[in-house]
């Protein structure tokens, strides 16, 4: 996930942890908070960037503990897998990463057992969050091959990629993408230009996540019949 999602999503959660009573979403901000510091702590380009590296080597200096709480469960092999997929630049960056999707699935449990109607729930928040890992998967599959970053390969988000890649009709439109993005580097304040795309993306990808979730939970009330009910 790029620095400007994962600061947007972490200021997104922090609110509603604030102001909407999501207790559970404040451990999401955090790990959200971690991952955005270990990204920007890799960029040369951050108007923050002594903030950032001094944070992202405080980061780094914890990695020799979690080589050994890793290393106690004999896990080493998971841990290395974790930084390869995630291309985190700190081991803790990496599995704050990790972390999100499962702390947004418990916040997501936490709402379900505090519903009044917790069947209903279930199946609205269900539709909900796949239908958002779904669409997240493949903006992260769009976004990698225009970029030419590294991609997830495994999980959903690799079923994702795997399936998207088949259509010849996206992949050659991803190809011209590619190419017109790698040519925009070759001009006049060219990476500065390709980072703009790079920030413009991140924004699109937190709004694709939000809508996402919003037709996911529109397409469970259904489910569940409580917009009738509430009609």
């Known amino acids: ?43 040369a380009a951050s108007i923050f960037s002594g903030l950032t590296k001094n944070t992202g080597n405080a980061l780094r200096k914890l990695d020799g503990a979690i080589d050994n709480i890793f290393a106690k469960f004999n896990k080493t092999d998971c841990l290395d897998d974790i930084m390869s997929t995630t291309g985190a630049n700190s081991k803790i960056g990496a599995l704050a990463q990790k972390a999100v999707n499962p702390l947004l699935c418990v916040a997501a449990g936490v709402r379900v057992l505090n519903d009044e109607d917790q069947y209903a729930a279930l199946i609205e928040e269900t539709a909900a969050m796949s239908t ?33 890649s088949k259509s010849g009709t996206l992949t050659k439109a ?18 500065a230009k390709q ?3 790079k920030v413009g993306l991140d924004v699109l990808f937190v709004g694709g996540s939000i809508l996402a979730y919003n037709l996911g ?13 509430e009609a």
């Open 195 to 197: 980072t703009l795309v």
């Open 132 to 164: 958002m890992f779904g669409a997240e998967s493949l903006m992260k599959y769009l976004r990698s091959s225009i970029t030419g970053s590294t991609q997830a390969t495994k999980g959903l988000a690799g079923a994702v990629a795997k399936t998207a």
């Open 217 to 229: 939970k529109d397409l469970g009330e259904k489910l569940s019949h409580r917009d009738t009910k």
């Open 1 to 43: 996930m790029g620095v400007v999602s994962s600061t947007l999503f972490a200021a997104r959660n922090a609110d509603k942890c604030a102001h909407q009573g999501e207790s559970t979403r404040g451990a999401v901000a955090l790990c959200q908070s971690v991952s955005s510091v270990d990204g920007a702590s890799n960029s």
């Open 174 to 191: 991803l190809s011209s993408a590619q190419k017109w993005f790698n040519n925009l580097g070759t001009t006049t304040n060219g990476s």
